[in-house]
């Protein structure tokens, strides 16, 4: 199982190079209709320069200024909200500058954002003087743009905040003044005193249901703040941007290529060492002969079973390649209780929302694009009408996996929104139903409109004599997901496919398609062992091979790969075919 997405790649530091400023790809171009106001307080010309042209370009209304005074006065107006300060100006030049600057009666609560040189000290100090935010130069522009969200977002909050404890106030101020007005008025107004308790009850009412809104708004903030945690883990754990993407192929293509050499060396060494053996042994004596003809034994059984590999592969490629395809499964995340989509926060302008540490923002309540994991696996045709063969685990990323907990945590279920099949030759995907999913193994049965491909159904065996000890095997299927299959591809149209799909993995498959690039990674070994409910082996596989079909000598599926041992080869395992049998024999 592979699993795949894009993430931003380019930016420059507003701290070390004022002009070329880069966005990040998921940071809007503008934000026209945000009228907010920054101050930027800035001894250095330059970057405090460099500094206003970003943040007017992002639509804020900007002020900067060298000064302490100057800031002290700006700051003074009411006008700022969050305000930019470089650690220079701070606690030194100017006196203890952000006890004033955090002054409730002269800024109105503004947020103040400090810049400091240096690392996890420098920000420990800053957080101490009373910055509420710090970042350390240098630093990226789409970071300082988030933070600065952040902040803004933090000081609508408290104003909110404040004007509902100045209501509440009033309120307890105006219920205890009518309190006052009842003792005054006395027993004479009978009346007016249950109308007033009446009006008394009905305040500590709203004041309940107000408390009961609030609570229910602070519980549904803080699981979107876990959900968009979890999301943003699971990128963390399994996504890589563009570059990644490349610099990996890269890598898997040398191993490939680095393989087959291999191979060849081995054989023609087998055979030159036979040709030695066979001119040893017509000069030898009757007493050495012995071990001769032992060692040449050897040697040539070694070379026929690299023969009868050889020859399986051709065989075996030439008639089923075609019919082992790439599985794309997209998983999708909704809420338990209202079956709302986990999605990206949309901005007013219709780019995507960013945390203070640039990563993608997460919620229930957005219009943006729907957040998915994708997920990569293999399957084969294993009938005419277009059944396909797989695992369980690949049509349902979830089942015994700990690494959708974070989100199941958060009261989000994992669904799967789309699952698609592309094979080898053809330049469109199809879309996949699922049929069946067996009970006692990791398998699943599934369905595709594949019937007009024409392509070869792949036999099993499931008998004891198709599974033998020490028999030569041959597994084939798209192992390391996208890695492999882009290895193959030169890199001219590596760059080119990666950077137009901008890393996303389905834009990705349906270029490689159209350019019939899909083809599946044969590897071979042989049989170590045979168990009741597995089947063990040495060819070698990884993440994105699950699913895919264990040939024998015969040309027959005799397992399903569903899990390695470690890393890419070792000791791999199958389900045995006779678990996938009873599958085929149900109905639709």
């Known amino acids: ?80 909200d969050v305000l930019v300060l470089d650690e220079r100006l701070a606690g030194f030049d100017c006196g203890d500058l952000l006890a004033e600057l955090k002054s409730a009666s002269l800024t109105a609560g503004i947020r103040v ?33 988030a933070r600065i969200r952040l902040q803004l977002r933090l000081k609508k909050s408290e104003t909110e905040l404040r004007d509902r404890l100045r209501i509440l106030g009033q309120s307890q101020q105006a219920s205890r003044a009518a309190v006052v007005a009842r003792e005054e008025i006395g027993r004479e107004k009978s009346g007016f005193r249950r109308a007033l308790k009446a009006g008394l009850f009905m305040f500590l009412v709203a004041v309940a249901a107000a408390g009961a809104v609030y609570y229910r708004f602070s519980r549904r903030v803080a699981r979107d703040i876990q959900r968009n945690d979890a999301a943003v883990a699971a990128l963390n754990r399994r996504l890589a941007n563009q570059q990644d993407l490349i610099e990996r192929a890269h890598k898997v293509g040398e191993q490939m290529k680095a393989s087959g050499p291999a191979t060849a060396e081995r054989e023609q060494q087998l055979v030159q060492r036979s040709k030695q053996l066979r001119v040893g042994l017509a000069q030898a004596s009757a007493d050495s002969s012995g071990d001769l003809r032992g060692e040449l034994a050897e040697t040539e059984a070694r070379l026929q079973r690299l023969e009868d590999q050889s020859s399986l592969a051709d065989r075996v490629i030439k008639d ?37 540490a640039g990563n993608p923002e997460l919620t229930l309540e957005s219009t943006g694009p729907e ?69 006692q193994a990791d398998l699943a049965l599934v369905y595709g409109p594949v019937e007009g491909l024409n392509r070869k159904v792949l036999a099993l065996d499931g008998s004891a004599q198709g599974t033998v000890r020490g028999e030569p095997i041959m597994l084939m299927g798209y192992a390391t997901g996208l890695d492999a299959v882009l ?19 389905r834009q990705i498959l349906d270029r490689l398609a159209e350019k019939n690039l899909i083809r599946p990674l044969i590897t071979q070994g042989h049989l170590g062992d045979v168990l009741p409910d597995q089947i063990v082996y040495d060819a070698q596989t990884a993440a994105g091979g699950s699913g895919g079909p264990v040939f024998n000598r015969d040309g027959k599926v005799i397992g399903v790969n569903h899990a390695i041992l470690e890393g890419f080869g070792g000791a791999n395992f199958g389900v045995p075919a006779s678990f996938a049998e009873p599958l085929l024999a149900r109905s639709y």
């Not at 400090?114 to 990226?140: H, N, Q």
């Not at 390649?321 to 079956?339: E, H, M, P, W």
């Open 487 to 505: 290895a193959r591809v030169d890199d001219a149209a590596l760059q080119n496919i990666v950077s137009e799909s901008r890393g996303n993995s």
């Open 371 to 439: 957040f998915r994991l994708d997920v990569l696996g293999t399957g084969f045709l294993v009938s005419r009408s277009g059944r396909i063969m797989t695992n369980r685990h690949v049509v349902e990323p979830w089942w015994r996996s700990d690494d959708f907990d974070e989100f199941t945590k958060t009261g989000l279920r994992p669904v799967v929104a789309e699952m698609r099949a592309y094979f080898p030759g053809s330049s469109q995907s199809y879309p996949l139903t699922l049929l069946h999913i067996s009970q």
């Open 1 to 80: 199982m592979s699993l795949k997405t894009a993430e931003p790649t380019e930016s420059t530091d507003p701290g070390t190079a004022p002009a070329g400023i880069v966005e990040s790809a998921w940071t809007p171009e503008s934000n026209t209709a945000s009228r907010d106001m920054i101050l930027l307080l800035d001894g250095a010309t330059s970057s405090r320069d460099a500094l206003e042209k970003l943040l007017e370009e992002s639509g804020y209304d900007v002020m900067g200024t060298g000064s302490c005074g100057e800031g002290l006065r700006l700051a003074s107006t009411g006008r700022c």
């Open 113 to 145: 954002i400090l810049l400091v040189r240096g690392g996890a000290l420098e920000r420990v100090r800053a957080l101490d003087l009373g910055a509420d935010d710090v970042l350390s130069r240098p630093f990226e522009p789409f970071e300082l743009q």
């Open 320 to 356: 089923y390649a075609r019919s082992v395809c790439l599985i794309y499964v997209g998983v999708a995340f909704r809420d338990a209780d209202t079956g709302r989509s986990l999605r990206y926060a949309a901005t007013q302008e219709g780019g995507l929302s960013q945390d203070p």
